[in-house]
């Protein structure tokens, strides 16, 4: 494999997936939308000169014979990623678009020899728990009234106790969300048609993943970039539920090194890796951090705001991807410094998420526990 396609390659993922193989002596591609909330400002100056750059949909399928002439390995990461209620968006770009992928390799007999797709942590939905009397559970999303007591552990659905939460296994996916059911749905074709028609193909389900590049502008997602926007703005960092959520959260250099190993070693073939963070860290503790990092003299909030359709407790296990020689190299606080030294020095900062936090407070995502 020489000639390697990266959709998606102007983000945050794939520009750090682009160094990584223009590093390794690879010809790189990028195709990618320029999605306008991402990119205002057209093509990123970080792109390396020598990659050679598409602007295209890949729900379009002459953008994807475009892009695909002369290459023989893809990493897909082009992908709708938000909170908002524009559910179709998620499966006709995510779903439809990593389809026609594998439609247009059979229909022309492309000469792909292996296919990297972006899955993600959300086809996991609430996550793996354990119940002292009923044993592992991988139950629902926490039911409404529930959050709007102020009530925020997850309960065992058949005696009601608290449950325990547990590192989650590449084994068992229970997506809740639109987003991660197109991804999973995309993980399905992607083996299906792979094992078909003889197209290795493997699936990252990235942990949250941080670092420079996050761009600042969508700040839907992202608790680094809200977080450093807030606290860079001397406002709090607002922690949702209690701010005893715990997530991993893993560096783009760790996730650029994960894609390339799993494009590159054979061993990956047809399997679904998480690619995850060092530890869990609850909400609180991200935001402190955040704040001693910055220098700034702020308590973080915590109001008794929740994000409808956010789960409790999601850290991943790494070890499956692990075994393979990687690890999760970057501490945290290294990950943090780099990125609020990173958002500095961008031009023309504002605290976005002040009218993004207002746009998702009337769409009803954001809520306030009554108690
Ligand atoms: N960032 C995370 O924490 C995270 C976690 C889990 C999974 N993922 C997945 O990783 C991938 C990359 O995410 P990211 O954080 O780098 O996002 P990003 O928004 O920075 O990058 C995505 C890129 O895809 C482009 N794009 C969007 N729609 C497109 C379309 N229809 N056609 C072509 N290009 C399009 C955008 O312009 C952007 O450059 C996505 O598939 C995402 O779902 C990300």
């Not at 983000?11 to 999605?35: C, E, M, N, P």
């Not at 086809?123 to 991988?138: S, V, W």
């Not at 945290?332 to 410094?337: D, N």
């Amino acid at each position: 494999m020489n000639h390697i396609l990266v959709t998606g390659g102007a983000g945050f993922i794939g520009s750090h997936t682009v160094d990584h193989l223009v590093a390794k002596g690879y010809r790189v591609r990028v195709l990618d939308s320029l999605q306008e909330r991402v990119h205002p400002h057209g093509w990123p100056a970080y792109i390396p000169e020598s990659v050679d750059k598409i602007q295209g949909d890949v729900r379009n399928r002459a953008d994807w014979l475009k892009a695909l002439d002369g290459i023989d390995g893809v990493i897909h990461l082009a992908a709708y990623q938000d909170y908002m209620p524009d559910f179709s968006t998620f499966h006709h770009v995510n779903t439809v678009g990593g389809t026609l992928l594998y439609e247009l390799i059979v229909e022309r007999q492309l000469p792909i020899k292996k296919v990297v797709l972006a899955s993600s942590q959300a086809t996991y939905g609430e996550g793996k728990y354990r119940c002292g009397e009923h044993g592992l559970l991988y139950p629902n999303s926490r039911p409404d009234a529930q959050l709007a007591r102020g009530e925020w552990e997850v309960r065992c659905p058949h005696c009601n106790t608290e449950l325990e939460h547990q590192r989650i296994t590449e084994d068992t996916v229970n997506p809740h969300t639109t987003y991660g059911i197109s991804k999973y749905a995309v993980e399905m074709t992607s083996f299906s048609l792979g094992r078909k028609y003889d197209i290795p193909t493997t699936n990252m389900r990235y942990s949250i993943v941080q670092g420079p590049r996050n761009s600042f502008f969508n700040a839907y997602s992202g608790i680094c970039r809200i977080f450093t926007l807030r606290v860079l703005h001397d406002q709090p960092p607002v922690c949702y539920e209690d701010g005893q959520s715990l997530r991993d959260y893993i560096y783009v250099g760790d996730v650029a090194r994960a894609n390339v190993l799993c494009l590159e070693d054979e061993r990956a073939d047809f399997r679904a890796f998480n690619v995850a963070g060092q530890r869990g860290t609850t909400t609180l503790e991200y935001a402190n951090m955040v704040i001693q990092t910055a220098g700034r003299h702020i308590e973080p909030l915590v109001n008794g705001d929740y994000r409808f359709g956010d789960t409790r407790h999601t850290v991943s296990s790494g070890e499956a991807l692990q075994s393979l020689g990687w690890r999760p190299e970057t501490p945290l606080e290294q990950v943090i410094a780099e990125y609020v030294e990173w958002v500095k020095e961008q031009p023309n900062l504002r605290d976005f998420y002040a009218e993004t936090a207002q746009k998702m407070r009337a769409a009803n995502i954001i809520r306030r526990a009554q108690s």
